[in-house]
């Protein structure tokens, strides 16, 4: 059947316009998976709000990049398997002990006065090993080719900050520790739990509302030694300066100990794992790491399987030298005999 010019130009419009119509659909299904990327910083917005909330869930919901409900069923199914299991969960001797003593009032007046001496000593220590490193946290600040300038002055300023804190603590103040350990032990009477062990077997959603109010007992913790966490929380501020597809580069300032802090950093979201925007440059490292490693295993396997082959062309050469040997069986029996 012969076709006309007319009928070819014909046919050849049709068949462009469908590869247009495919590639235009691809295009849209394209589109569609990069919108389905949240936003990065709303992501991390969302993030700061449930740590000024005490939320630990949605903490959780953030770096997990797991859905509610099955972080639920992980947690449940984790629970039942330690409640099940043919022998109890491994007991740490020496928390189940503290954790009895915070159940009452002269309990923990015990343990602040077993405690306190050796708390002000290793915090005096601690003070003493940061005034000793801080020069090389900040030479080591300095040198890393992967801050800005503006970076570089505001970690140093934020490093003698934490050492104008640690020095100006009078870690030998037991008012301070009493305060703090009070705060524990608060928690631990809330929890209703008798013993440590027993939180790991709550369901979910009590685990929760444990979790939240751990949150909130670290931040009064902290508190007690003038560390403001939801005050560095509430400064913060995530700023967008560019999005393209599954990039972006985000900008994060906050107060911290009274210092101005601002970080921009790449985000790429990560879709393999995790679903969520992570450092950049992190999994850039993270896909070397990888091919360095199947690299490396590539190469044991051919190095095994040459070693297998060397090893059966021996064989294979023995038996053919004894073969082409006619006289070697007569050789082999005149020895014996």
């Not at 077993?114 to 915090?123: R, T, W």
Request: aromatic share 6%; hydrophobic share 40%; net charge negative.
């Amino acid at each position: 059947m012969r076709v006309s010019c007319w009928g070819s130009c014909v046919l050849a419009i049709v068949l462009v316009c469908g590869i247009a119509q495919v590639a235009s659909a691809a295009d849209a299904a394209k589109e569609a998976v990069v919108a389905a990327a949240p936003s990065p910083s709303e992501q991390h917005r969302a993030l700061v709000d449930a740590l000024i909330a005490n939320d630990v869930e949605a903490i959780a919901l953030q770096f997990s990049g797991e859905s509610q409900e099955k972080l639920a069923q992980e947690w449940e199914r984790d629970r039942l398997r330690k409640a099940n299991a043919e022998h109890p969960p491994y007991i740490d001797v020496e928390l189940e002990r503290i954790w009895s003593l915070l159940g009452t009032t002269e309990g923990t007046a015990e343990l602040g006065e077993e405690l306190y001496p050796k708390f002000a000593e290793q915090a005096s220590l601690n003070v003493a090993q940061l005034n000793g490193g801080i020069a090389m946290t900040l030479a080591s600040i300095a040198s890393d080719g992967e801050l800005s300038p503006e970076e570089v002055q505001q970690l140093s300023q934020l490093m003698l900050a934490v050492q104008r804190w640690s020095n100006g603590m009078d870690w030998q103040d037991r008012v301070r520790f009493d305060r703090a350990l009070d705060e524990i032990a608060g928690f631990a009477r809330r929890s209703h739990a008798k013993t440590f062990t027993e939180i790991m077997l709550l369901p979910y959603e009590d685990a929760l509302a444990l979790g939240d109010d751990a949150i909130a007992t670290v931040k009064r913790v902290l508190r007690v030694y003038d560390l403001d966490v939801d005050a560095t929380l509430r400064s913060a501020r995530i700023e967008e300066l560019s999005r393209e597809g599954d990039d972006a580069t985000l900008r994060w300032s906050a107060r911290v100990l009274d210092v101005p802090v601002t970080i921009t950093r790449a985000l790429r979201y990560e879709r393999k794992y995790a679903n969520r925007w992570r450092d950049a440059k992190e999994l850039e490292q993270e896909a070397r790491w990888q091919a360095d490693y199947e690299a490396a295993e590539d190469a044991r396997e051919a190095e095994t399987a040459k070693a297998a082959g060397t090893s059966s062309d021996a064989g294979t050469a023995t038996c053919s030298q004894g073969e082409s040997n006619p006289d070697a069986k007569d050789q082999f029996w005149a020895e014996e005999d």
